[in-house]
């Protein structure tokens, strides 16, 4: 026979505790970490589905960009590319290898060196340079209308470019628009001349369309690190939180 156990009126009721759910800091440290995660992902897929890196190998877009460097440039179909523009280009008539240059003029306008000053024209108006290398000579005169949906590209360091004034017999040195890969937005590599490319008002006294402003890049390398900032911080204080607790129960 099984032996039954029988309470007593001395015997105290067995109290059930009812099971607590998360406490706030537990929410607030699941969100903190579930933004931390979007932010940081979310700017590595903008800054990797929009932009490519470049190797710099000469020293023709001194100082702007110098031989060794690294770029980042944002992904174009050349259709926006305006006069100021640094940008990404292969030309099959310049030997079909990938180029960095400047955009000094585009299709409809006429761009010129001349024998006095050697000061760059753009439909007739002299444009200050203040990104070039050095002022001054600029190499042989000339005189080109670009066609409509080319351009025409310079280097910053006219005295050591090899660029559109080299390949004046072909279409007047210019460059099919379709040719350009991406526009030339940040240095990243080396870190010590890592940061965003300044813009140019150079082209202004020509009139028109401004160079194109920075795209998505800065916002999104700060997304990418406040993101990841803020699943560091979170999880050390989750951690020191935690330590301090079992401290405490153990005293």
């Known amino acids: 026979m099984s032996g039954v156990v029988e309470r007593t009126a001395e015997d105290p009721p067995t109290t059930v505790r009812p099971r607590r759910g998360p406490g706030v800091g537990a929410v607030v440290q699941g969100v903190l970490l579930a933004l931390g995660l979007v932010l940081l992902i979310g700017g590595f897929a903008v800054i990797a589905v929009s932009y490519r890196p470049y190797g710099i190998p ?24 305006r006069r100021g523009d640094v940008v990404v280009f292969r030309d099959q008539a310049w030997g079909g290898r990938l180029m960095v240059k400047r955009v000094v003029a585009i299709g409809g306008d006429t761009v010129a060196v001349g024998t006095g000053d050697q000061r760059l024209t753009v439909n007739g108006k002299p444009v200050d ?83 194109a402003g920075p795209g998505p890049l800065e916002p999104a390398f700060w997304a990418s690190v406040v993101g990841a900032a803020t699943i560091l911080v979170t999880t050390a204080v989750s951690g020191v939180a935690g330590l301090a607790r079992r401290r405490r129960r153990a005293a």
Not at 170 to 191: H, I, M, N, S
């Open 129 to 211: 340079e203040p990104y070039l290398a050095a002022q001054g000579a600029q190499g042989a005169a000339f005189s080109v209308e670009v066609p409509p949906g080319r351009l025409f590209l310079l280097g910053d360091n006219r005295l050591g470019s090899l660029d559109s004034r080299v390949h004046l017999e072909v279409d007047g040195g210019t460059v099919p628009a379709t040719e350009v890969q991406a526009r030339v937005e940040a240095t990243v590599l080396p870190l010590g001349r890592s940061g965003l490319l300044a813009g140019t008002s150079a082209f202004e006294v020509v009139g028109g369309d401004r160079p």
């Open 58 to 81: 000469t020293a023709s877009m001194e100082p702007t960009v110098r031989a060794g460097d690294t770029v980042l440039a944002r992904k174009t179909d050349g259709a926006d590319v």
